[in-house]
């Protein structure tokens, strides 16, 4: 387990069986939401998202396996492991159950320390997944999304954008003179520079907005349905935030600027390959007249 307390939701229309569940998990060392039908944890995970869901099967409305066919149609929810709570306990039933997406199946009476390691287990199991998939996707010096996600969500954004004829817009950033830094003051300087620098880059930009470490001292950032005008504040404003930092090594203050090309997508791009093109093409007309500034293209 992670340091924060698991969030366990059981839905359950016996208000008796729901505070014991509740009880339980509380003691056993997890934060607990109880719903009494599956209207009203549909609407719970609209707003909060559950290590598990602990489900009874017979409702009022909709009834366990329907409820748990909607969770696993819910992009947001749909990894979030279900286990069925249920005096139900014939062959069919459980079957069912496995069927509609639950990842484990437990019968009333239940066994108080049996619930409390089937739920511990199963949320050990999740969070390992998702320890497994930040690693995967995450560049691991600066805690950016890495160059192979990145492209992948750079691949989603065109075919989305081709599809509902939008537009979205590329910055390519290069870190000017990076290699200064290094021959100056060694690589771990230049390390505390590229996570310093990403971490303010991170906090300039917005929610949808994706930012990744593509190379070395490269970074790219997606800007979804922004426009050119938008997508150059957005831009100048990294620019004049990085040209104003100091970063601190050793007692000594390093400057350090970037370089911004500009690119939106075009109804007429054949390809990613053509936005990126031409965000690189004004990133290395950026570099040529100076440094320190973004150009478009």
Do not use: W
């Not at 599956?38 to 909709?62: H, K, Q, R, Y």
């Not at 935030?241 to 203050?253: P, S």
């Amino acid at each position: 387990m992670d340091d924060s307390k698991p969030l366990i939701l059981i839905v359950e229309d016996s208000s008796v069986n729901g505070r014991l569940c509740e009880r339980l998990l509380n003691k056993g060392g997890f934060d607990t939401a109880v719903c009494t039908d599956g209207e009203s944890a549909i609407e719970f995970v609209n707003t909060n998202l559950p290590d598990l869901i602990l489900l009874d099967i017979v409702m009022p409305g909709i009834d366990g396996f329907e409820f748990c066919r909607v969770m696993k149609n819910n992009p947001k929810i749909k990894d979030t492991p279900i286990i069925f709570l249920s005096a139900m306990d014939d062959e069919k039933s459980i079957i069912n159950g496995f069927d509609s997406g639950a990842v484990d199946f437990i019968t009333k009476p239940f066994r108080h320390r049996e619930l409390l390691a089937r739920t511990k287990t199963h949320v050990e199991l999740k969070r390992a997944k998702e320890k497994l998939l930040r690693l995967a996707i995450t560049d691991e010096l600066t805690g950016l999304v890495n160059r192979r996600y990145f492209m992948g969500r750079l691949l989603h954004e065109y075919e989305r954008t081709k599809r509902y004829e939008s537009v979205f817009t590329v910055l390519m950033i290069d870190l000017d003179y990076f290699k200064n830094i290094n021959d100056t003051y060694g690589h771990q300087a230049g390390d505390s520079v590229l996570r310093k620098v990403s971490d303010s880059m991170k906090l300039s930009l917005r929610l949808s907005d994706i930012i990744g470490r593509i190379g070395g001292e490269e970074f790219a950032v997606i800007l979804p349905e922004t426009e050119i005008g938008a997508a150059m504040i957005i831009g100048d404003r990294l620019r004049k935030r990085i040209d104003d930092m100091e970063i601190n090594h050793k007692d000594t203050g390093i400057k350090i600027t970037i370089s911004i090309g500009v690119s939106p997508s075009s109804k007429n791009d054949l390809s990613i390959d053509d936005v990126l093109q031409r965000a690189d093409s004004a990133l290395y007309r950026a570099k040529e007249n100076g440094r320190n500034r973004i150009y478009a293209g």
